[in-house]
C-alpha cells in the first residue's frame, strides 16, 4: 500500500465514519470476510469496509449491465475486494518490461521473429483447443502479494513441452525463476518479463521442480542446484504480433507464453464469460499461460476466446482461468509478447 493512498482512505474513514457504512451490506461484508478468511484489526476493518464497499457497488453495476448486454462477461466480489486499485497493481501482476513500439521492435529484431517458415492458415486447425484435456497443465497457482507473473507462464509452457516429450507432467519451479534469472535482467519480485526467464533457462541449462524449489512468495537468494534439475529447453521461439500466428503455436505446440494488458479495474474481478475491455490497448503489463482456444455460441457470431490460465489462484475466474476475446484485433495485447519452449 503507498502511503498516499493509506492517507485517502484513511480520510474517508475518518471523515465519514463507520455509519457511513451501507449497513443493507453488513451480512455480505461478514459472509465475504469468512469465504476469503480476513482478519483485520479495528483500524483496518474500517479502511477495509470502505474499499470493499465502493468495489462491490461497481462490481454489481457492472453486472447489471451484463443482463442487459452492455458487456460480456461477468464479474465476482472476490478475494481481491478490499483492495484499491493502485494496491492491486502494485502487488498482483508484474511486467516491468518496458514494450513500447522501440522496445518491441528490437526485441523482434533481436529474435530474428518474422513469421515462421511454415505456420497453417486457421482453416486447416482444430475450432477448439485446450491443453488440459491432454494432460499438458498442471496445477492453477497463486502468485500471492509478488509480482512475480512473468514465471508461471514460463514454468508452465515448459511443463507442457516435457510432458509431450516424456509423458511425465512434473510441476516446475517458479521460485527458482524468481530467485535467479536477475542476470537475466528479472527483478524477482519487483517484475520481470518471461523473455528473460526463458532467457534464464536456457542459459543455466537447467530448471528445477516445485517439490525440490517450491514457491514462497518472496525473493531469496538463488539456490539453484544443479543435481536438481528436472527440465531445460534447446532453445525458444518469439511469435510475432499476430493473432493467426499464436492460433498455430497454441494448436500445434501446446501451451505457450503470453503477455497481456491487464486493466485492473475490471480484470481482477472477472468470474467468467468472454472478457472485453474497451480500455484495453497493447501495452503488455501481465503475463498468462494460454492453454487453448475455442468459441461460444456460432463460430461466425465472432464469439472467439483464448483460454487463459492465471496465477491468481482457483478461486479467481473459471477456476484459475479466464476466456479472453480472440480475433478482435490483439485485443488487450493478447499476441503481442508470446513465446514458446522447444526441449
Ligand atoms: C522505450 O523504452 C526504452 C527502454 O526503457 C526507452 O529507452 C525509450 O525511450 C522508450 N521509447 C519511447 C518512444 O518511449
Ligand atoms: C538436491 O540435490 C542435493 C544434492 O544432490 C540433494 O542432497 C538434495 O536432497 C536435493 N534436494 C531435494 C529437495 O531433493
Ligand atoms: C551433486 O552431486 C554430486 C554427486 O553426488 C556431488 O558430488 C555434488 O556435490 C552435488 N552438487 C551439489 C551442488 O549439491
Ligand atoms: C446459431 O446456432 C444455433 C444452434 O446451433 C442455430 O439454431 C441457429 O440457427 C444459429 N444461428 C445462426 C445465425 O447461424
Given at each position: 500500500m503507498t502511503p498516499a493512498v493509506f492517507l485517502i482512505i484513511l480520510c474517508v474513514g475518518v471523515v465519514s465514519?463507520?455509519?457511513?457504512?451501507?449497513?443493507?451490506?453488513d451480512v455480505q461484508w461478514q459472509e465475504w470476510k469468512m469465504k476469503y478468511e480476513k482478519l483485520y484489526s479495528p483500524e483496518e476493518e474500517l479502511l477495509k469496509r470502505v474499499v470493499w464497499e465502493e468495489n462491490v457497488k461497481k462490481i454489481e453495476l457492472h453486472n447489471r449491465e451484463n443482463s442487459l448486454g452492455k458487456n460480456t462477461y461477468i464479474m465476482e466480489i472476490n478475494?481481491?475486494?478490499?483492495?484499491t486499485d493502485e494496491e492491486f497493481k502494485d502487488m498482483i501482476t508484474g511486467i516491468t518490461l518496458p514494450i513500447n513500439n522501440t522496445m518491441k521492435s528490437l526485441w523482434k529484431r533481436a529474435l530474428g521473429s518474422s513469421l515462421p517458415n511454415s505456420w497453417y492458415w486457421r482453416d486447416a486447425l482444430p475450432k477448439f483447443v485446450d491443453w488440459r484435456k491432454e494432460g499438458y497443465v498442471t496445477h492453477v497457482r497463486v502468485q500471492g502479494r509478488c509480482n512475480s507473473c512473468w514465471a508461471f507462464p514460463v514454468v508452465g509452457a515448459i511443463e507442457g513441452q516435457m510432458f509431450k516429450k516424456t509423458g511425465k507432467l512434473t510441476p516446475l519451479s517458479v521460485q527458482n525463476l524468481v530467485d535467479c534469472s536477475k542476470p537475466q535482467g528479472n527483478k524477482g519480485c519487483r517484475g520481470g518479463t518471461t523473455y528473460n526467464a526463458f532467457q534464464y533457462v536456457l542459459q543455466n541449462g537447467g530448471l528445477e521442480s516445485e517439490a525440490t524449489y517450491p514457491y514462497e512468495g518472496k525473493e531469496g537468494l538463488c539456490r539453484y542446484n544443479p543435481n536438481n534439475s528436472s527440465a531445460k529447453i534447446t532453445r525458444f521461439v518469439a511469435l510475432p504480433e499476430n493473432e493467426d500466428v499464436l492460433m498455430d503455436a497454441v494448436a500445434t505446440k501446446g501451451p505457450v507464453a503470453a503477455g497481456i494488458h491487464v486493466v485492473h479495474s475490471s480484470l481482477r474481478f472477472y468470474k467468467k464469460g468472454i472478457y472485453h475491455e474497451?480500455?484495453?490497448?497493447?501495452?503488455?503489463n501481465h503475463a498468462v499461460l494460454v492453454v487453448g482456444y475455442g468459441f461460444e455460441g456460432?463460430?461466425?457470431?465472432?464469439?472467439n476466446y483464448w483460454l487463459i490460465q492465471n496465477s491468481w489462484g482457483e478461486r479467481w475466474g473459471l477456476n484459475g482461468y479466464m476466456k479472453i476475446a480472440k480475433d478482435r484485433n490483439n485485443h488487450c495485447g493478447i499476441a503481442t509478447f508470446a513465446q514458446y519452449p522447444i526441449v
Open positions: 465514519g463507520a455509519s457511513a457504512f451501507d449497513l443493507s451490506l478475494d481481491f475486494a478490499d483492495l474497451p480500455k484495453c490497448n497493447n501495452y503488455v456460432n463460430e461466425t457470431d465472432g464469439n
